[in-house]
């Protein structure tokens, strides 16, 4: 058998327990070590019992650790800290792991070939099937066919330590995980899909989710200094609507400034400018998605919001990490 640890780091939320008690379910070899990670920046005593409680007989193998509120990226380096075994599985406290998922584990770890760094596992999320899915489910939807996500990822410990582990810079779960793959594949190792299957439901959020989510665009920033300007391509990832949302931003600033100025026409055409863009972004994100009243004035009203707020964090994260060095100056 295969040893294994199971990384888990948490803000406490509700679907600790969900995670916990499946992964106490889960049938096959037991994980040698599991270390969950609080990383509160002031976490309150007690709020982990209940969570803990599920764990059963696995609870014995259980470490409490904590990181102080850096972001998951820290999270995981502390709880790598404490690991021993040869492999970490890393899991999101908001996963649920499937019922046979430490028996396919075991065999996924097993067939990997020595060359192979990493075995994700295979995403799925629910969906109601009773209406077209909202914005923030289509999005949740979309970690199905993310590479590399962390949500069920597990790496051979040597490996990660060879790297450095996370970058701590992402402060958000958000291109920590893709990052950490682009140095571990550039080290000359692979990455491989593995069999077991781990279910992502769609969590509850505030309308207001896809603004905040913008902050993201910072860690766009860092991905680009310390990968290149094609690190899209190298992740395989989507390239989002930077431009556009910059150009919209952009139409709106120059609205006000001719305004103030006295040209109206110009002032007008941008204006103008900005509504389409605005009204385009906006019917992209209604026209898949259900048409209720809360969800079409949801998308209106962020889709205003989305593009400044996109700008200004891109700018803000390329400032922040204007001298990061590249990927090749970090690695050791």
């Known amino acids: 058998m295969t040893p294994y640890a199971v990384v888990i780091p948490t803000l406490a939320r509700d679907t600790l327990a969900d995670c916990l008690a499946a992964l106490a379910a889960a049938?096959?070899?037991?994980?040698?070590?599991?270390?969950?990670?609080?990383?509160r920046p002031d976490p309150e005593p007690g709020a982990l019992k209940h969570p803990?409680?599920?764990?059963?007989?696995?609870?014995?193998?259980?470490?409490?650790?904590?990181?102080?509120?850096?972001?998951?990226?820290?999270?995981?380096?502390?709880?790598?800290?404490h690991v021993t075994a040869p492999w970490v599985a890393f899991l999101d406290d908001d996963v649920q792991v499937g019922p046979h998922w430490c028996e396919q584990l075991v065999r996924d770890l097993t067939d990997a070939p020595p060359d192979t760094a990493a075995v994700q596992g295979v995403i799925t999320v629910p969906l109601p099937g009773e209406r077209r899915p909202t914005d923030w489910e289509r999005g949740t939807a979309g970690l199905a066919r993310a590479r590399w996500i962390t949500a069920d990822m597990a790496y051979r410990t040597k490996a990660l330590k060879q790297v450095g582990g996370f970058d701590e810079r992402f402060e958000r779960a958000f291109r920590e995980d893709a990052d950490l793959a682009l140095r571990v594949l550039a080290a000359g190792w692979h990455i491989r899909q593995g069999r077991r299957t781990t279910r992502h439901p769609v969590r509850p959020a505030s309308r207001w989710v896809s603004v905040t989510q913008q902050r993201g665009n910072a860690d766009d920033a860092l991905m680009r200094r310390l990968h290149g300007p094609d690190w899209w391509d190298k992740a395989v990832a989507p390239r989002g609507r930077i431009r556009a949302h910059a150009a919209i931003t952009a139409a709106a600033a120059a609205a006000c400034v001719l305004t103030a100025a006295g040209r109206r026409r110009a002032a007008a055409a941008c204006a103008l400018a900005w509504a389409a863009g605005t009204g385009e972004f906006a019917w992209t994100r209604i026209a898949?998605?259900?048409?209720?009243?809360?969800?079409?004035?949801?998308?209106?009203?962020?889709?205003?919001?989305i593009p400044p707020a996109a700008t200004w964090h891109r700018l803000a994260g390329a400032w922040r990490h204007r001298h990061a060095p590249a990927w090749q100056e970090v690695v050791r």
């Open 27 to 39: 049938t096959g070899p037991r994980p040698d070590e599991i270390v969950l990670v609080d990383d």
């Open 52 to 81: 803990l409680s599920v764990l059963g007989d696995l609870r014995e193998r259980t470490t409490v650790a904590h990181s102080g509120g850096r972001g998951p990226a820290a999270a995981r380096n502390a709880g790598l800290r």
């Open 288 to 305: 898949p998605g259900p048409r209720t009243r809360y969800e079409v004035t949801t998308m209106l009203a962020t889709s205003v919001l």
